[in-house]
């Protein structure tokens, strides 16, 4: 009954704090109204969208007398006026492109909502070696939603005039786009400024007089952005494509995250934001403010076919003060994903452009990613300074990464070295409990005879577990390298990808294999295979062949590159080739290791060992006790 009621009791307290959890999460009623009027200013542009389609396709279906059709025409356009107020100059015009670029990239401007419609990176260039386009025109939508007269007006369906020719000051030139209106003392203006020898640029919304066309109670203006992202690489690449873009965000004031690669998300955000980036597998495009976007709300899905990788969309808001005159500034970051670069742009301002480059994920990337960013990275800049080929940069990469770590390696091969000198005393133990049933007892007389020769059989796991974030930091580096892009060395034509010298006919695949045959996986694998059964035969097999977890430990070692093979194949070539090379660095380090270890005076020294008493440590003592009861237990069973 006493049980009863604790548990009774826990419940409730459990209770207490999830409705207090749950009430202390709900959005305030300013959000929720904020967020509603939002969400009903999308679905009436939307509406009016439709509903204007509607009428041009009547318009088009049902023939009418030419009084009726002027009659008719004329009570529309009385119709228009009073519904577009000032807007109704704007609804109609010429959709003209206006060109504005630097030495990296080209942007094209239209006269049809003011907005970018498409840039091309002019250093780069497809897998298929034309022009690359970050996003085309009929895949790219940009809009402020305004909110006037009743209604709510889309800058992407107005049209805008340039004010004047681009005006150009030194190294920067500045395009002013302006949405007219009725009255030449109300507009609107876009204003682009470019700087030779950046990505980035600048965008600022000035409004002029529309304090009294703007609500007073509408002090924020929406602003939506959509994206369909073209694809960039080999249509053999495009699954490795999406798994690597997707929306990524930074809150104001706080950390970077991002929407899952693996499958459709949508997030309505609850803090502001600093910036939002349509990252695909190379390249990106980021809206920026040094102030804040509020009421964020963001998208990521799969593209519609193997031409069109993600689309992306995202919704926020701008401050709006209902001054005769205020603007807002933001700008575009229009380029590569390239660490080096996007830390640039982020110095000055905390902006952690280059988190979106993926340097480490999950368990493993809490290791590798600190390991990427202040040793590889800086090495890899390093030796790319010197204008190698790519295939060299990997194997002197190598050589330093090996070397650092050889004096890790070095003490597992004199655990394996101590191992395999009391393999023969280890045999005697079991030989001496044969049986099953005595496993226990053989465990005991093992650790008992480490313990004696002063050996910690945890030595040669240490070493191995400190390569792992080494080994996870390549894993994220090399398929996320930009420099490696479209690089060739021997047979493979770009390293940042896998090298195929055939694919299997007939859309055949081999089941967790794939479609085709990567010749650097198969050399890793078969440089790793060397690796083990020389190792088997240099080191030995200190734990000896009649013990069953020797055995199945001999199995994983035997089946672990054909598990690698199978990820290796659809991945990048630059980490097959750096596992390869680094498979043969490693087997020639074990042959100098075993040169280097005398294993005479090891033997000697364990012999002293054994003659000296054995100091016991605490949490021996607390083992050994523990395993006295396990086996007290069982008796008593």
Not at 187 to 204: D, E, L
Not at 396 to 401: K, S
Not at 412 to 420: D, W
């Amino acid at each position: 009954m006493k049980n009863d009621k604790s548990s009774y009791i826990g419940l409730f307290i459990i209770g207490l704090l999830l409705f207090g959890w749950m009430y202390w999460q709900a959005p305030s009623e300013k959000d929720i109204a904020k967020q509603k009027a939002k969400n009903d200013s999308i679905a009436r542009v939307q509406k009016q969208r439709d509903e204007q389609a509607a009428a041009a396709q009547t318009a088009k279906a049902v023939p009418v007398s030419d009084s009726a059709r002027r009659a008719d025409s004329a009570n529309n356009v009385t119709k228009a006026r009073t519904e577009a107020g000032i807007f109704y100059s704007a609804l109609s015009g010429t959709n003209q492109d206006i060109t504005l670029e630097n030495d990296l990239i080209k942007a094209t401007v239209s006269t049809r909502g003011g907005k970018i419609s498409t840039v091309q990176l002019k250093n780069f260039k497809t897998s298929a070696g034309g022009p690359l386009v970050l996003f085309f025109p009929k895949d790219n939508h940009f809009s402020l939603v305004l909110n006037a007269y009743s209604k709510f007006f889309s800058t992407d369906s107005l049209y805008f005039s340039q004010v004047g020719a681009p005006v150009t000051k030194g190294d920067s030139t500045m395009l002013t786009m302006q949405l007219n209106t009725t009255n030449p003392n109300k507009y609107m203006q876009f204003i682009y400024t470019i700087k030779q020898g950046s990505y980035m640029v600048g965008f600022k919304v000035k409004s002029v007089g529309m304090q009294d066309v703007i609500p007073t109670n509408a002090g924020e203006i929406n602003l939506e952005w959509s994206m369909t992202t073209p694809s960039q690489e080999a249509v053999k690449d495009s699954s490795n494509q999406r798994r690597a873009s997707t929306v990524y965000y930074k809150y104001h004031g706080s950390d970077v995250d991002n929407l899952s690669t693996m499958k459709d998300e949508k997030k309505a955000l609850s803090t502001d934001l600093s910036w939002v980036a349509f990252k695909q597998d190379f390249f990106s495009s980021i809206l920026i403010t040094d102030s804040k976007f509020g009421s964020p709300e963001v998208s990521s899905a799969d593209g519609k076919d193997a031409a069109h990788m993600k689309h992306y969309t995202a919704s926020v808001t701008i401050p709006y003060n209902h001054m005769a005159s205020e603007s807002f500034d933001m700008r575009f970051y229009f380029g590569p994903n390239n660490f080096k670069l996007l830390k640039s742009y982020s110095d000055d301002n905390d902006m952690e452009f280059e988190k979106l480059i993926n340097l480490g994920s999950g368990i493993f990337g809490w290791f590798g990613k600190p390991v990427n960013r202040w040793i590889i990275i800086p090495l890899f800049n390093f030796l790319n300074q010197f204008n190698m080929n790519y295939g060299l940069v990997i194997l002197i990469l190598t050589i330093v990464i090996k070397a650092i770590l050889f004096p890790i390696a070095f003490r597992t091969y004199v655990s394996s070295a101590k191992m395999r000198i009391l393999k023969p005393e280890i045999d005697e133990i079991g030989k001496k409990y044969p049986k099953t049933e005595d496993a226990m007892k053989k465990q005991q007389g093992v650790m008992a005879l480490y313990k004696k020769a002063g050996i910690n059989p945890m030595a040669g796991c240490l070493p191995v577990l400190l390569q792992l974030p080494v080994l996870s930091a390549l894993f994220s580096f090399f398929p996320s390298s930009i420099e490696l892009r479209q690089q060739h060395f021997l047979w493979a034509t770009d390293m940042s990808t896998y090298d195929s010298i055939y694919t299997f006919p007939n859309h055949f695949s081999i089941p967790l294999y794939g479609d085709h045959i990567s010749v650097f996986a198969l050399l890793m694998t078969l440089s790793q295979y060397l690796y083990i059964t020389a190792n088997q035969q240099i080191m030995g097999n200190p734990a000896g062949g009649t013990d069953q977890m020797a055995k199945m430990m001999k199995w994983m070692m035997y089946l672990m590159p054909i598990m690698f093979l199978s990820v290796l194949n659809k991945y990048s070539a630059g980490l097959s080739y750096y596992y390869f090379l680094a498979n043969l660095f490693t087997f020639g380090q074990t042959f100098i290791a075993r040169r280097f270890i005398d294993e005479d005076a090891l033997h000697r020294k364990m012999q002293e060992n054994k003659a000296k008493p054995i100091k016991q440590s605490k949490f021996q003592a607390r083992l050994e006790q523990m395993v006295k009861e396990q086996q007290a237990a069982k008796k008593r069973k």
